[in-house]
């Protein structure tokens, strides 16, 4: 049903950051939205629950919760496991969501396998394996990288030396041509 937890080394963030961000992004949302920001794993079990029974005999939950489910999610298998996933605008089936419980294994398997590469490329590696998942999020999460922080640092400076210098040649060759 989860995501396995992957054996990869980071030594840029731990679970615990990952959660205190989570909490952080979650109380950062209007008040009636928070619920269902991310899902977490009881409420993929309610959903799971809700996707499982006919809608004529289907009692859990409240009304309203039951119409999310239906109309947000549906359910699909995958290697015989009944997996929740996001409906797509055209009503066909995406990728299965990432639950909050497992966020940091997909994000961390995602930034590994794209080598530090960025927010973009990282939330794309994402999108290809989950569904669900803010962007947003993926974005507080890889700020906390130190790789791509120092590169990004460093690419600044080799930058501003190189533009410095560009500027430097400028003056240098206006002045030869007095």
């Known amino acids: 049903m989860f995501m396995e937890n992957t054996q990869l080394a980071v030594h840029w963030i731990t679970k615990e950051e990952v ?47 039951r119409f999310w489910a239906r109309k947000k999610f549906a359910l699909t298998n995958i290697n015989g496991k009944h997996v929740v996933c996001l409906k797509n605008t055209d009503q066909t089936i995406g990728k299965p969501i990432c639950v909050k419980e497992e966020i940091f294994d997909v994000i961390k398997k995602a930034h590994i396998d794209c080598e530090h590469k960025g927010r973009d490329i ?56 007095i």
């Open 122 to 177: 990282t939330y794309e590696n994402v999108k290809r394996v989950k569904s669900y998942l803010p962007k947003e999020l993926c974005d507080i999460i890889i700020k906390n990288c130190y790789f791509c922080s120092t590169k990004k640092t460093r690419m600044t400076l080799a930058h501003s030396t190189s533009s410095e210098e560009g500027d430097l040649n400028d003056i240098i060759d206006f002045y030869s041509t």
């Open 19 to 65: 959660n205190r961000l989570i909490e952080v992004f979650i109380q950062s949302r209007s008040r009636n939205y928070r619920a269902k920001v991310l899902i977490s794993a009881d409420t993929y079990k309610d959903i799971l629950q809700v996707l499982r029974q006919k809608p004529a005999y289907c009692t859990f939950g409240t009304a309203k919760f």
